[in-house]
């Protein structure tokens, strides 16, 4: 999780485009009667030393607003350009990001007029007391480095707006963090804390808190955090809700993920309706309170994981819902969610349902249905009414047969049916040409139907351990198919057309008697049966397009 993250936040900067292309302009000694504005080092063959010579002996130090270090390697700064920065008594943004630096100069807090601060990305254990000094700082981003603690004079940036934190070693924050009465970004994630000061209740301008990935067993009251937008605290060791959560009305996201949270407060439901975003999966939960339905503005409900036995009765009023998680829990019945027509995204896998609720089929926008692992002994065939689904998933369950309306799902591209009781597929799967992947393992087909080899479009067909005993010819049709696997049938001989499947790149045979091909080919494994269907395909006079190797 930590390497995608940082993967993803990599190209983070402080400068925009507009400072960026100046400073490229400004970043190599010119100088107009204004003088340079910035320096860039990274791509400029000049020095930022010579630079600072320049600008000394053209008396323009006061111009330079922007300098920027990062990426270049450094692993210290030296006394002269500690000196330099120094002189740049009007800086109001600072990249030193992406080095390798242990120590922050206290030079730096010289800087007064400071605004932005990027020290990302570096290896820096601790943090001198003069960076307190800067009390116009907006902008800190300490991310990625190597801090245990953050000094107590971080009180001093009264000014201070963002400050990110993430990726570090933290075990508390100072209580003087509460001193920041401007801050509307916290981030502090992925680090060790245990506990939060309580001071922190009292950073009323904060609309984003994000405390995820910590130890974190409780949280001060956030009663006072009514400007809060965003409340992220996955991954932590919260049993209950922070005191006071009921009066955040403003608050659009809320991540509760991975804790041990055994109950909602029902208040919340009822007072934060502007919510959009709630994710609880993987806690304690056994009920969904039922004014959960006041979320008239939800998009995304995550309850995944928990241990759900119904759902309210209203709960089909989340209409603006469109992507909804029930996976892993204990549900019978989910006859509320067909009228939730908004809905793209919709998995139950992974609970009681003996069925899909009558009424799927309103379920017309939907894209991604997930209901594997469940008991199903039918596909309804109101499947069909679902034109825009792309991926169908249905594995493990009792399914014996499929509703010739499949072939009406026009969009799919995925289709698992793994782990079921089908004996054969209906002729009508032929006419699901967008299907990209078909996943039939783990059934008891007997045969499949030669309208297969009308899927264009296929590029992996699953079919290991079934009762198999041909394969039709048409599967040699299927030109874009890179993956073939039929492990653990009852194949005596294989059709010549296989060796059509130019694209094939893996072909899984496993466990089949092939009773009927001479046993030196069997016994030569994948490729050798291929070329042996080669040959047979060549000696019936067919023109494969291909040499003796087997190439075009």
């Known amino acids: 999780m930590a390497d995608k993250d940082k993967k993803k936040e990599k190209g983070f900067t402080l400068l925009n485009k507009k400072s960026k292309s100046k400073a490229k302009d400004k970043g190599k000694g010119k100088s107009d009667t204004l003088g340079p504005t910035s320096f860039i080092q990274k791509g400029n063959s000049q020095s930022f030393n010579d630079f600072m010579i320049q600008l000394i002996q053209i008396k323009k130090l006061e111009s330079v607003l922007v300098l920027d270090l990062s990426r270049i390697k450094l692993v210290e700064i030296t006394d002269e350009t500690k000196n330099h920065i120094r002189s ?11 080095n390798k630096l242990r120590l922050v100069p206290p ?20 943090l001198p007391r003069e960076l307190g000094n800067l009390s116009s700082l907006t902008l800190l981003d300490l991310r990625y480095n190597k801090l245990t603690t953050i000094p107590s004079e971080i009180k001093g940036m009264v000014n201070l707006k963002k400050l990110f934190l993430r990726f570090n070693k933290l075990t ?11 801050l509307e970004v916290l981030s502090v994630r992925n680090n060790k804390l245990s506990e939060l000061p309580e001071t922190v209740s ?42 006071g959560i009921e009066a ?56 995944s994981r928990n241990a759900i036995r119904e759902l309210p009765d209203a709960f089909g009023s989340l209409t603006t819902l469109e992507e909804l998680y029930l996976n892993n829990n204990q549900l ?27 009424g799927i089929g309103n379920l017309t926008l939907l894209k991604e249905l997930s209901a594997g692992s469940n008991t199903f002994n039918c596909l309804l065939p109101e499947i069909g009414r679902l034109k825009l689904l792309s ?59 030669p309208e297969i080899g009308k899927l ?14 041909v394969l039709p010819r048409e599967l040699g049709s299927l030109v874009l198919l890179e993956l073939l696997s039929f492990n653990e049938n009852a194949i005596n001989d294989l059709p010549c057309e296989l060796y059509l499947l130019d694209k094939l790149r893996q072909l899984s045979l496993d466990n089949n008697p092939l009773n009927d091909m001479p046993p030196n080919v069997v016994e030569g494994g994948p490729q050798e049966i291929f070329n042996y269907l080669g040959e047979k395909l060549k000696a019936s006079g067919v023109n494969t397009g291909k040499g003796d190797d087997g190439k075009k």
Not at 117 to 122: A, I, K, R, V
Not at 172 to 182: C, D, H, V
Not at 260 to 279: G, P, S, Y
Not at 333 to 349: A, D, G, M
């Open 456 to 469: 264009k479009n296929l590029t992996e067909l699953r079919l290991d351990e079934n009762k198999l005993q």
């Open 172 to 182: 508390r924050l100072p209580n003087e963090i509460g001193a920041l009465s401007a």
């Open 248 to 303: 955040l009305v403003n608050l659009k996201g809320l991540q509760l993920k991975y804790n041990q949270i055994r109950e909602l407060k029902e208040a919340m439901f009822t007072n934060c309706v502007k919510l959009e975003e709630l994710d609880v999966e993987g806690n304690r939960l056994t009920v969904i309170p039922a004014p959960i339905c006041n979320l008239i503005k939800l998009t995304k409900l995550y309850f």
């Open 391 to 449: 991926n169908l998933d249905l594995n493990d369950n009792n399914i014996p047969s499929l509703p010739a309306e499949i072939a009406m799902l026009s969009s799919l591209q995925v289709l698992n049916l793994e782990g079921n009781k089908l004996i054969e597929l209906p002729p009508e799967i032929g006419r699901i040409t967008t299907l990209e992947r078909l996943s039939l393992g783990f059934n008891e087909l007997i045969s499949l139907s």
């Open 332 to 358: 019978t019945q989910i006859s509320q969610i067909v009228s939730l027509t908004n809905l793209r995204v919709l998995n139950i896998s992974n609970n009681n349902l003996t069925s899909l609720p009558t």
């Open 88 to 98: 740049l008594r009007n800086l109001t943004m600072l990249n030193l990001y992406g």
């Open 107 to 126: 030079e730096i807090g010289t800087l007064v007029h400071l605004k932005a601060l990027g020290l990302n990305e570096n290896s820096i254990a601790e």
């Open 202 to 243: 009292q950073l009323i301008q904060l609309e984003v808190l994000d405390l995820q990935h910590n130890s974190l067993v409780n949280l001060p009251s956030l009663r006072m955090l009514t400007k809060l937008t965003s409340l992220d605290v996955q991954y932590n060791g919260l049993t209950a809700l922070a005191e």
